[in-house]
């Protein structure tokens, strides 16, 4: 496939030794997050958090560039495996050019079974971050605002060369004036974006392109696409633009000493007897503050061997009008290629040095290289192709991954008063509620060639309950392997996954395949077995097809897609649906309709939405309404008691079985709003706005009538305050409010969150106080203190622990009971690579 280096091989080892240990573990609980990419949107770094459940973006905390954030979304119809979920995780990024390393966590604690989540976002140093719903219900984006990564720093494009001769120029603003520059639309997205700066009439103007096209008649049919949003565009030939800016430079430098012929012996630097350079022609201040950061950053990525960055950066410097920079850079392009492996183009890039600076000391070494170009000499460390992974020359493996392990313990007391006809009773009990040991392993390997790229995950938690001895059933939450192909795009992923797009389909294990179909067109087709059966049922298969479908319009994609299940030759479920988004800078939107033929019902109708409004202000919406749990046969085990399919089509017919199946779903609906704005630059307010109610469902089987738990609504307000005593502390104060048909409660609420000595130290209070009056004359109250802490003891080694102690007092008619329950956990997380 490619070579490894005895340290890549090392790490290989490793990775393959902390597979073997996580397949002998016995996972117990679920894990949210999934993955974190970290690419480049225009100029802006982004990173990506995928999570295995429908998440709503809520609020960030704070608005200002800092390096502590903590970010809250809530779970939207999370499974009992998401929800009871005890294991905190962590995704991290090593840091690449503008944007810094950083650590997202996710730390659930104990005993809380709330929808409402939180992650923690940590930085080597400050900067602005925005964060936003991603573009379907299950990623957030964290956009690190002005960053750039270091394989996409300025400039993007590629060298015009004859095959990435021409652009098409979308849009020209005042370079002042750059905020009225509009987003590129979703078509041209798999195109290079190219930014230049010009002077027309002594004005600098900001000009965005589109490329590259081998010819002017590919450019005219990408032309034609752009006029309806951008009808001033227009076809851009690059090679001649830039030789027309260093002819302008040539015009503008006076003439210098001839140069010694070029058999002269070459100076590696200019000698102290040479003759003076020409002076350097001068444009305006800002464009020679950008072209001084384009050659720094080209000088740079030259030094480093990282010579595609070198040619990127250069060629950006040429595109910008004369300045001071112009000639060294057309000779330093030169030598990237050069160095690069690409004699023809460094010949190429040479002559036009020549050609144009006849004369100085710049030409004697140009001339001497020239001579000196071997064309019969294979490219070494020659540039990727376009498209192929940024990292494929560099970076051809990458390894992460992590094991951690918790000791989980619990102790309840409780007193007891209970009014008898013979007088009064009190009783006292106490016991052990938990203790467990809980291990959890999170590993990943990325290999990467010029023509593909190649991915192993595996994900799991264990527990062992030390009050019987004994250990939980398996369940592993991903182990997989991913191929792409860099040419045809084709994608095959085999093991245990999660579907890679479209649809409730949920943890299954088999294949997926993905294959581009046309322009903004995919189609993915997964098959396999469920894995995450709410019954356990032998005989299950699943199939699911996907048309894929992005850029048919500006910032629009969705999807739509067939689900079709069986279970011992029966159909179990088979469902029809689409999804439809919407994504800019300013405004998320994803939908969802999910519909079963069999049951002849919708399974789910979801409409999300984020929007950034003026003033920082953020408003999100969740309307929801589904199936819990989703329609399928096997619904008709959980009430019959029968064990397969077929054992229960020997006591009742088909049409019978779906009843009874679709008799124990319920119809789960919830609405949710939430506004958010900052007050100054350090206290921020938001309030949230919710609506639940979950369907009765009626005597089936075994189970007894259940009634519908009617509307419930709740209203909270949170204030939250930045760097009040620090530099590196969140406070968030909450009051809520909840009304139901059974019950009315109120909580208050404080956390905290303050980083101490850098990134080593993290310490998170908690309080809450909670009071309910039931209809029936039950008062109840409870008041719950918790610490988390967090201690980076090394490098890999992190120590984490959390203590929940919650005092609770009921009192009613004929009981007045009162309980001390204390949760806490111990324990450790060691990166491996």
């Not at 696409?225 to 040539?250: G, N, S």
């Not at 527990?463 to 398996?474: E, V």
Request: proline content about 6%; aromatic content about 8%; hydrophobic content about 40%.
């Amino acid at each position: 496939m490619f070579p490894l280096s005895s340290a890549a091989r090392r790490r290989l080892a490793r990775f393959a030794l902390a597979c073997g240990l996580a397949a002998v573990l016995a996972p117990a609980q679920a894990q949210l997050l999934e993955d974190l990419t970290v690419t480049q949107q225009g100029a802006d770094g982004v990173a990506r958090l995928s999570f295995g459940n429908a998440v709503r973006f809520v609020q960030q905390s704070p608005t200002t560039p800092a390096d502590l954030y903590r970010v809250s979304f809530e779970l939207v119809a999370p499974d009992e495996a998401v929800l009871n979920q005890i294991v905190g995780e962590a995704r991290a990024f090593a840091g690449s050019g503008g944007v810094p390393e950083f650590k997202i966590s996710y730390a659930v604690g104990t005993g809380r079974r709330s929808t409402a989540r939180q992650l923690t976002l940590q930085l080597a140093r400050k900067v602005a971050v925005r964060v936003k719903q991603g573009p379907n219900a299950r990623a957030i984006d964290f956009v690190f605002v002005g960053q750039r990564l270091a394989e996409t720093a300025p400039p993007k494009p590629i060298a015009p060369a004859s095959d990435k001769r021409y652009a098409v120029l979308l849009q020209r603003v005042p370079a002042s004036e750059g905020d009225k520059l509009l987003p590129i639309p979703l078509r041209f997205q798999n195109l290079e974006s190219i930014s230049t700066t010009t002077t027309i009439g002594g004005v600098e103007m900001l000009e965005v392109s589109v490329g590259y096209f081998a010819t002017e008649a590919e450019a005219e049919s990408a032309r034609q696409a752009a006029l309806q949003r951008f009808p001033q565009a227009a076809i851009v030939d690059l090679a001649q633009r830039k030789q027309e800016t260093l002819q302008a430079a040539a015009a503008a430098t006076p003439a210098a000493p001839a140069a010694p012929p070029a058999s002269a012996p070459a100076a590696a630097a200019p000698a102290a007897a040479a003759a003076p350079e020409p002076p350097p022609v001068l444009a305006s201040e800002e464009i020679e503050k950008r072209a001084a950061a384009l050659m720094t950053s080209g000088r740079e990525a030259l030094t480093g061997q990282k010579y595609e960055a070198a040619v990127n950066a250069f060629n950006q410097l040429l595109l910008l009008p004369p300045n001071s920079q112009s000639r060294d850079a057309q000779e330093l392009i030169g030598l990237a290629w050069e160095r690069a492996g690409s004699p023809a183009r460094a010949k190429t890039e040479y002559e036009l040095y020549l050609r144009l600076f006849p004369q100085g000391e710049g030409a004697q070494r140009v001339a001497q290289r020239l001579a000196s170009l071997d064309f019969g000499a294979a490219a070494t460390p020659a540039l990727r192709q376009a498209g192929a992974p940024a990292s494929a020359a560099s970076e051809p493996s990458r390894y992460n991954g992590s094991i951690s392990q918790y000791y989980f313990g619990g102790k309840a007391r409780t007193q007891s008063l209970v009014n008898l006809s013979s007088g009064i009773e009190q009783a006292t009990l106490s016991r052990t509620t938990e203790s467990a040991i809980v291990t959890s392993v999170d590993l990943g390997a990325r290999f990467v060639s010029e023509d593909s790229e190649t991915r192993a995950v595996l994900r799991g938690t264990g527990s062992t309950n030390l009050q019987t001895t004994s250990r939980n059933p398996s369940l592993v939450n991903a182990f997989y392997v991913d191929h792409k192909r860099t040419a045809s795009g084709l994608a095959i992923r085999v093991g245990r996954q999660t579907a890679i797009s479209g649809g409730l389909l949920g943890l299954f294990d088999g294949v997926s395949l993905a294959y581009p179909v046309g322009q903004g067109f995919k189609i993915d087709v997964m098959g396999g077995k469920p894995a995450n059966n709410l019954v356990s049922a032998p005989g299950q298969r699943l199939f699911a097809a996907v048309l894929e479908a992005d850029g048919l319009f500006d910032r629009f994609g969705g999807n739509i897609y067939l689900i079709d299940q069986t279970v011992e030759g029966n159909t179990n479920r088979r469902a029809v649906g689409a999804e439809v988004r919407y994504s800019d800078d300013k405004v998320s939107i994803y939908s969802l309709v999910d519909y079963d033929t069999v049951f002849k019902g919708l399974n789910a109708v979801s409409l999300q939405g984020s929007v950034l409004a003026p003033a920082q202000t953020s408003v999100t919406l969740l309307l929801d309404a589904r199936k819990a749990p989703t329609l399928q046969l096997t619904n008709a085990l959980i009430s019959s008691g029968q064990s397969s399919i077929d054992a229960l089509l020997l006591t009742m017919p088909l049409d019978q079985a779906i009843a009874l199946a679709r008799a124990t779903s319920a119809t789960a609906k919830q609405a949710l709003l939430s506004v958010s704005r900052p007050m100054s630059e350090r206290w921020q307010l938001g309030m949230d706005l919710r609506y639940s109610e979950i369907g009765a469902l009626p005597a089936v089987g075994i189970f007894e009538a259940t009634p519908a738990t009617g509307a419930q609504y709740g209203l909270s307000a949170l204030l939250t305050g930045s760097n009040l005593y620090s530099t590196r502390d969140i406070n968030t104060f909450s009051v809520s409010y909840l009304t139901t048909p059974m019950f009315k409660g109120a909580q208050l609420s404080y956390s905290n969150l303050t980083g101490l000595r850098g990134e080593v130290f993290t310490l998170e209070p908690s309080l809450r106080f909670y009071t309910q009056n039931s209809t029936d004359g039950v008062k109840t109250q409870r008041i719950t203190p918790g610490l988390r802490l967090s201690y980076k003891y090394s490098s890999r080694t992190s120590l984490l622990g959390e203590t929940i102690v919650e005092r609770s007092k009921t009192d009613g008619p004929l009981n007045h009971d009162s309980s001390t329950s204390v949760f806490f956990y111990v324990g450790y997380r060691y990166e491996l690579f």
